[in-house]
């Protein structure tokens, strides 16, 4: 039972990953910074599998939120298909006629398997092109530069200054009734990029990736 | 040349089916044969992000449905153009869960977007998303190739340039 003096806020987690993603491990962070008490709060998972559209009951709990925060990995310099279809599902149900919260707040957070989190720039740009068609107040993104790395090393001590500040500013920005611009956080992981670039050059071999300069062999007729 | 032509089947439009008709004529007169594939929204599943398709058995999805079918043939095509409507700039979920999956041709690949009520932001974030970070990019993803061309229509008249254009290096 929803208290109605209370702020909702909607976490919505666009990993299919289970208990493995970092996202849910971001999710988990700006979820226990909301005290039960002064808060609803509703954290929704996509789904892999959907018979037809997302339920009411979850389209109608982003629906009546005053803040959404979609936290998610970044799948081919976009959004997961997954969070795709939820996004798709919600535009429909609010086009048809369904009521919803126009003053809602949008944050993000987004990680990617990148050393840079300004790779996410079109990801952010999307979830703003989402906020304008249905008028939805959209605030700031917290970009994270290779977010597995960022979750391991994120309780070794003072090293994650930044990522708390930027979770500090999210949960005070959802309190506030403040509308003045606001930036975007990059969080760069702790472990430089030449390490990280050896990894990933690592698995790319292995895994058949093609390098940049790849020159494809003639397909076959 | 073999092609293949992907598109979203939930989004049907009377400028989607215009474009279709006019991309695969365009492309049968300059000598491709034409495989369609239409997808919906249950015949793709997304991609987990598990990374098993990069660490444990390359290439190789561990949900089995058409796409891996498609990219087991994926050397076989020489291009692949890729129909999606566009939402917030942004692919539609069917053609976003077969992108991430690497069924591009390794040579060519075109995406189209198509949408009558994109707006200029749309529209750029659209083409940004696609080209700005292929061929250029760090790494290349499998089925990323350099070469990638992104159009995106918002009237039948566009759907005639984007042919037109189509056929100066379509062949």
Redesign the interface.
Known sequence: MLDKDKKSICLVNGSLRGQKASSLEFLKDIERRFPDMEYNKTSLTVKAKLKESYPEDILKSIACANAIVFIFPLHNYGLPGSLMRLLEDYYQYIKVGNKYNKDAKVYMIVNCGFFRPEINEEAIRVMKNFSRRLSLNWRFAICIGTGPVVVMTKKVPFFDLKLKRAYAEMVSDIKSNSREKRDNYLIRPLIPAPILIRIKNYYEKKGQMIQRNHKPQQAKE | ??TLVILDKDSKTKLSEDLKGKVVRTLEEKGHRIEVVELG??D???????LL???KH??ECVTKDIVNEIKKNV????ATFYLTPV????????I??V??KGTG???WQVIIGFGEDIDD??KN?FI??TA??RGK??????????QVDVFVSRSIEDNTIICEALKTYAG
Request: with cysteine; glycine share 8%; charged share 15%.
């Open positions: 040349m073999n929204k249950n793709v599943s997304p991609c987990l992000g598990c398709c990069l660490t390359p290439g050397k076989k095509y020489s939402l917030f700039g942004h692919f539609s979920s069917t976003a869960n992108m991430a041709s390794h040579n932001e749309e974030t940004d998303i700005k970070h990019a760090d790494i290349v993803h499998p089925g990323m190739n350099s």
